[in-house]
């Protein structure tokens, strides 16, 4: 310390004042010195870069923000910013008069320029060149062995080798290695594996930095999408040509112009001969077309004595009338037949798990059917086969024929009776109970849910079942059982029989296909409440609505979405989202090394949650698709953000994590007004609007 005077009280001369200076200036060269060799030191011994912007990271666990913490730079906002800021309360929202959607034939006959980096018109691939032998030909056309996929739509294909135990296929216009049966290992036993070739369990599907080139690009895309099994029975071989090929149990059946299926000829199917490999219908079997399919579909279905196969296509046909012949020769004797007849299908030719059955588009059937004079369809019942006419609620004026028999062991009276006008009607002790499409007798005593009782229309009534009740559909009813019907789950008994809400429900929309009742949980973790005097459902304070009264729990897990599309008239739809999501913001500010006089540069992060609502109007009619579309965002809170090794580098939407998080849970709201603010900006979700 420099004495400048000698006594407190006394002043200081000019010459003990040029000393003072002497001294003072002489002392701060020497720390000047000191501080940069030790400095300097301390780069050579420990790497230490001043001022260098290639800093590794900083990784934090806490960030305690208070205005003491703030730190700029030129302008640079520093950690507790926000806090100390109390911006104006903003929305954003982005809006779309008209949206024009066009649908292109990828199929449609232009051609493309081969070897331009884009596939159009009737290219198979186009990798960027004209060289044969590397996946894609000289003309644009996939090689077999290989695979050729784009990086992005139209883009640049790349093409790779398939395995040697893989062939070419295609699917979706797309060229696909996929694994044969040799591959699988399979002795016609399925293998339900379907997970993609390369892939371990040990794989984070949503870690890791985004790849950066496209060497990345194509090492992710092929490692991890392209090559996949079959994962059904191995019906598929290698061809010589490195094309697929059926197995030789199998036949090709064709799906287009340049696809095919292999069907199994275990199942009705077999090759035209021992050189063609197509399918065609073995002998006892006639092919059927299936009904409302697009393109065209065949199943093969079993010939029987009214169905027959037509020599020259092999397609089903109905039988023509069989002429009696007499003899006293029984092998040689004929009885007379009339003709059979075409109606609509009671039962699917394939059952389709989860999905709609397929149906013949018709079934051949004899007497007591007539046929109608100049069709093949069927016009009424026999009056010479005692039977009565039942009407179907499929198409239009279509019936089935029931026998008209004595009563049974366990019945005074025969089960059907016909009108004076030729249609059923049931016996006393039976009742009409709806069955598909069209109503059958059942005995009173063994129609449960229905019966005991009938009403004067000769309908079965509901049991008194205190479980079973009443429901209304549009044109009748049904019996159902509350606790054995699944969709009968939130009913329950209303003393005059009918079907009601639980008391925990409330009253939603009648269902859109029958007009049956709809019930909705109205409890307390749930988005609806009954309106205030009413059963009938509404949303509650913070639940998202939906087109038609629909609620649901709006998301609250940062990458969650909640979507739904009403269609309110034939040609006008109406899809809503929501979603919650974040976005990180990364920024580089001056900070202090430990230790040292210098400032450093390190990393800091905020976090800022976002939600998002898009509503899209559209009507579609068959000349034209328009839109409008109109985006809102909101931000919820924008907090500081640390590094946590249990937070995903990526959202399940796609969002960009790097790994942060923020510092308060998001139901922590005292933390959040704490070290965040209390009004975020929604600027700052302009990417998350844009996303979306």
């Known amino acids: 310390m420099v004495k400048i005077c000698s006594r407190v009280h006394t002043a200081c001369s000019t010459a003990q004042i040029l000393k003072m200076w002497r001294r003072l200036a002489l002392g701060a060269a020497v720390a000047v010195l000191v501080i940069g060799a030790a400095s300097a030191m301390d780069a050579q011994n420990h790497d230490v870069q001043i001022l260098d912007d290639e800093l590794p990271q900083p990784q934090y666990s806490e960030i305690i923000v208070n205005d ?14 926000s806090v100390t800021q109390t911006p104006a309360a903003t929305l954003l929202k982005a809006e779309v008069a008209q949206e024009s959607i066009t649908a292109i034939d990828e199929t449609a006959a232009a051609t493309g320029t081969c070897g331009d980096q884009k596939r159009e018109g009737n290219e198979e691939c186009d990798d960027g060149n004209t060289v044969p032998n590397d996946g894609c030909s000289a003309t644009c056309k996939v090689e077999g062995g290989f695979q050729c996929l784009p990086l992005e739509v139209n883009g640049k294909d790349l093409c790779v080798a398939c395995a040697d135990n893989q062939c070419t296929t295609s699917f979706s216009l797309q060229s696909r290695c996929m694994e044969t049966g040799a591959a699988m290992g399979l002795d016609n036993m399925p293998d339900m594996a379907t997970e993609p070739v390369g892939k371990t369990s040990s794989e984070d599907e949503s870690g ?12 992710l ?15 598929y071989k290698r061809g010589p040509n490195g094309f697929c090929e059926c197995d030789p149990n199998y036949c090709k059946l064709p799906t287009g112009t340049d696809s095919f299926v292999c069907k199994s000829t275990a199942k009705g199917w077999a090759r035209k001969s021992l050189t063609d490999e197509e399918c065609a219908c073995a002998p006892g079997f006639c092919s059927m077309p299936i009904a409302e399919a697009v393109p065209a579909q065949f199943h093969c279905t079993p010939l029987h004595e009214n169905m027959i196969s037509n020599n020259n296509t092999g397609l089903c046909e109905c039988r023509a009338a069989v002429t009696a012949v007499a003899s006293s020769d029984p092998s040689l004797a004929v009885k007379a037949k009339v003709a059979a007849c075409k109606i609509l299908p009671v039962k699917p030719v394939e059952l389709v798990p989860g ?23 069927c016009e009424s019942c026999s009056n010479e086969v005692a039977s009565c006419k039942m009407a179907r609620a499929i198409g239009s004026g279509q019936f089935l024929c029931f026998a008209v028999t004595n ?34 007798c059942r005995d009173l005593a063994n129609a449960f849910p229905y019966g005991p009782m009938k009403h004067s229309d000769g309908k079965c009534g509901c049991s008194a079942d205190p479980h079973v009740c009443k429901l209304a559909i549009t044109g009748g ?6 606790t054995e019907d ?7 008994r209303a003393p005059n029989g009918d079907c009601e809400c639980k008391s925990s429900m409330c009253i939603a929309s009648p269902h859109k296909d029958n007009g049956a009742l709809q019930c909705e949980d109205s409890s307390s973790d749930s988005p609806y409440q009954r309106t205030t005097g009413t059963f009938q459902c509404e949303c509650k304070p913070g639940a998202c609505k939906f087109p038609n009264g629909v609620c649901k729990q709006c998301p609250v897990q940062p990458g969650h979405c909640e979507t739904m599309c009403h269609e309110s008239t034939a040609t006008d739809i109406q899809c809503v989202k929501f979603c919650r999501t974040k976005s990180i913001q990364k920024k580089m500010v001056r900070a202090t090394a430990q230790g040292q006089l210098q400032s450093v540069k390190k990393t800091v992060a905020r976090e800022i949650g976002c939600f998002v609502q898009k509503v899209t109007t559209c009507s579609i009619t ?18 500081p953000a640390a590094k946590s090794g249990s937070e995903p580098m990526r959202l399940r939407d796609g969002t960009e994590t790097y790994g942060y998080t923020s510092m308060c849970d998001r139901k922590d709201l005292e933390c959040q007004i704490q070290n965040c603010g209390r009004i975020p900006d929604s600027n700052l979700c302009q990417q998350s609007l844009l996303l979306v």
């Open 221 to 235: 895309v092929f490692a991890n999408f392209l090559q996949e099994k079959t994962g059904t029975t191995g019906a």
């Open 68 to 81: 003491k913490d703030v730190v700029t730079d030129d302008g640079d906002l520093g950690e507790g910013e």
């Open 208 to 219: 890791g930095e985004p790849p950066v080139d496209a060497v990345a690009n194509m090492k």
């Open 622 to 639: 068959n000349n034209a698709q328009s839109c409008t579309q109109i985006k809102s965002a909101k931000a919820l809170y924008d907090c």
């Open 486 to 492: 699944n969709f009968a789950r939130n009913y329950r």
């Open 355 to 377: 999905g709609k059955d397929k149906f013949g588009e018709f079934e051949c059937v004899g007497e007591p059917y007539i046929k109608a004079a100049g069709t093949d369809m």
């Open 407 to 440: 009563g049974s062991s366990t019945t005074a009276t025969a089960p059907y009776s016909k009108k004076g006008d030729g249609t059923c009607e049931c016996g006393a002790d039976q009742c009409l109970m709806p069955n598909g499409d069209h109503e059958v």
């Open 477 to 482: 009813f049904r019996c159902v059982h509350s």
